[in-house]
Each structure stands twice: as C-alpha cells, then as structure tokens.
C-alpha cells in the first residue's frame, strides 16, 4: 500500500484537521494505510460532549458524520465501546446498524448482529435487584444524584450533586454495598461522576481483544476519555494507536482536547483513508 499524496508539513487553517498537533496527524496518515482497521469509539466525552442528563448526551454531528463515513469504507470497521449498556448507547447514539457495539464495559456485545453477555444466573440476578435496591435507596435522600441501570449492575451519578453531597453519597452507597452478602461478588469502578457497581465483571481491554480477533484488524485506533478507557489503551501494541481526550494521566501515545478535536481527528482519518484505503 502506497500513500500517493503525503500531507503538507504545515497544513494551512482551512485544511481538515490542521488544528490537530502534527504528531497526531502522521500517525493518523500512518493508520490510515492499515490493510484492516478498526476504529474503536468510546462515546460519554470522546463522541458526545459531556452533559448533566445522560439521556441527553449526543454525538456531535461531525464526529456522527465522520463515523458513518469511516463505516462505509472498504477493510474499515467502526466500533463503540462504551460503558453505557447497549440500549441507552443504541437510545442516545443513533449510530447505522453495522457498527459493532459493545456495552457496560465489554459486558455486552454486538457483533455483525451476534449478541452476548451478560449472563446472568439467578444468583446474579437476585443479587443485582437487592444491589439496585440498596444504590436506589441511598440515593434517594440525596438531590441531584441519579441511579442508572444497567444490565449487570448500576451506576450512581453525582455530576449534578453538590461536592459533599457527592461524596457522601458515595460514602454511603460503598457501605449498603458492601454490607450485601459482604460485598461478594459486586465489582465497583469510579468514572467521571459516577460510581458503578456490577456482578459481572467486564472490561474495555478485553472487549477491544475480542473486537481486533473478530475483525481480524491489522490495526487498531482506539480513542477514549475515561478512566474506564485505560483498560483499552493497555492492550494497545505494534501498529495501534490510542488517543487520550482531555486530560490526566494515560497510557494513550497521543491526546487531544474535547469531542471537538475528536471529531477533527476522525474526519482527517476519513480524508487520509479515502485516499490510501487498500
Ligand atoms: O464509556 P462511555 O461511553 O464513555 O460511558 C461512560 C459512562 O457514560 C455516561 O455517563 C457519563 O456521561 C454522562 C453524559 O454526558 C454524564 O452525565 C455522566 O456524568 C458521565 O459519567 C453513562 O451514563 C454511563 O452509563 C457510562 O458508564
């Protein structure tokens, strides 16, 4: 594979992508040539700005646009990999149908319309109500705190709370947790605002294993903002990429700032890939 039309050093302002650092844009020239790609998406703070009210998150429509592009091309898979279960990511995503998803951290996966995960036994499933009951109840006393189900757990949401409501919040929904079946069996995972319990435990590292096998990707670019998403950078190696949005520490080799810039990085690899696709 050739890349016939090499970027210009230093692009002008009204080229696409031209606000990303330059390092950025020769790796992303650098995957753009992979003989099978997938791009793996994290969606809360990578494809959609964060907001209060998880229902109203929503892709930006660049970032939208650039992923349906990318989709279309040859030798080129889309993944989202998000932390959301699949339904609240199908909800408030929209996203086209041969997209590969994957949900509540790699617990759920939809791939080429195969579904797995979780399953539950009924063990499971009596301890995720008492769980649910015992996050719903602590929060119930406390304004501005939101419970979301999950499939294999729930999350307690304080980006609304004030500090020490947040923090205390939290400290009490720990201690009802903790005192079920003395904790056994109940994984926690703190994100941006939330705190999130679950009886099933998944990861992002895994899943993108899964996604890369069943893709058979020579390449992946895995771009997320979270915590959660370290777990995807981790398993990142040879001709990978990992982008970091925002900040704090990361094992990503590359970062930009918001969805904005996410949405710039993803219409230049649509650019650069068009050109030198296989
Ligand atoms: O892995 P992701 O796709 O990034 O999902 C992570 C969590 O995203 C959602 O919560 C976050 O975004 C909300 C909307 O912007 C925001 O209000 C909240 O504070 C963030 O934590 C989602 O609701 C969770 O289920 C995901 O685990």
């Known amino acids: 594979m050739s ?3 090499a970027e210009p050093a230093s692009p002008s302002p009204q080229d ?14 650098r995957i753009a040539g992979a003989p099978a790609l997938l791009v793996a998406l994290d969606f809360d703070g990578t494809l959609a700005p964060t907001v209060d009210d998880p229902d109203a998150a929503r892709a930006l429509p660049a970032a939208r646009a650039a992923v349906v592009a990318l989709a279309g091309l040859p030798a080129t898979r889309v993944a989202v990999v998000s932390g959301r279960a699949i339904a609240s990511l199908e909800r408030v995503a929209q996203l086209p149908s ?20 979780p399953d ?20 119930t006393r406390y304004p501005g705190v939101r419970v979301e189900e999950k499939p294999a757990g729930c999350g307690l949401h304080t980006r609304t709370a004030s500090p020490e409501d947040a923090a205390a919040v939290r400290r ?27 009886v099933r435990t998944a990861d992002k590292g895994t899943a993108l294993q ?3 096998d069943r893709t058979a990707a020579s390449a992946v670019l895995f771009v997320g903002d979270d915590v959660t998403d370290e777990d995807g950078f981790a398993v990142l190696a040879g001709d990978d990429l990992g982008v970091k949005v925002g900040a ?5 080799t590359r970062r930009v700032d918001d969805p904005e810039a996410v949405a710039e990085l993803l219409g230049l690899l649509v650019r650069y890939r068009e050109r030198i696709a296989p």
């Open 3 to 5: 890349d016939s039309s």
């Open 16 to 29: 696409p992508g031209s606000g990303l650092e330059p390092g950025l844009r020769a790796d992303l020239q």
């Open 98 to 117: 041969e997209l590969l998803l994957v949900g509540s951290h790699g617990a759920e996966l939809r791939i080429d319309g195969e579904e797995s995960g």
């Open 120 to 139: 539950l036994s009924a063990e499971d499933l009596d301890l995720l109500g008492r769980l649910y009951g015992a996050v719903a109840g602590v929060a």
């Open 172 to 198: 009490e929904a720990l201690a009802a947790v903790r005192s079920l079946a003395g904790g056994e069996g109940i994984a926690e995972r703190y994100g941006k605002d939330i705190l999130e319990f679950t």
């Open 210 to 212: 899964v996604l890369r």
């Open 248 to 252: 704090g520490d990361t094992r990503a």
